[in-house]
Nanobody, 122 residues
Framework: VQLQASGGGLVQPGGSRRLSCVASGKIYRINDMGWYRQGPGKQRELVATITSGGSMNYADSVKGRFTISRDNAKNTVYLQMNNLQPEDTAVYYC?????????????????WGQGTLVTVSS
């Protein structure tokens, strides 16, 4: 099982970007999904999470600007980022609790995507 993130790139201050993260493998259930980020010289921090039922949680620094969503049929979580600022520059990582079939046995893994870089600069 793995998570594959995409959507990063260079964006101007005040601009928008949407990140996507797809889970693949013999997955039969996904519980919480989320996004974290690590800026230059900083520790990794929570950005937003969403439960399987759709309850969302955001870091104070992104409330009102970022929106997390998920498509359970596609095993995908999204992060819509609006009004981006230079301090949002970071590598963004997706995270999810993946329940999968491991050679006939149920298994669970807290998986991380590979990270996608978002650079906010003029």
């Amino acid at each position: 099982v793995q998570l594959q993130a995409s959507g990063g790139g260079l964006v101007q201050p005040g601009g928008s970007r949407r990140l996507s993260c797809v889970a693949s493998g013999k997955i039969y259930r996904i519980n919480d999904m989320g996004w974290y980020r690590q800026g230059p010289g900083k520790q990794r921090e929570l950005v937003a999470t969403i439960t399987s039922g759709g309850s969302m949680n955001y870091a104070d620094s992104v409330k009102g600007r970022f929106t997390i969503s998920r498509d359970n049929a596609k095993n995908t979580v999204y992060l819509q980022m609006n009004n981006l600022q230079p301090e949002d520059t970071a590598v963004y990582y997706c995270n999810a609790d993946l329940y999968y079939n491991d050679y006939g046995n149920p298994a669970v893994e807290n998986a991380w995507g590979q990270g996608t870089l978002v650079t906010v600069s003029s």
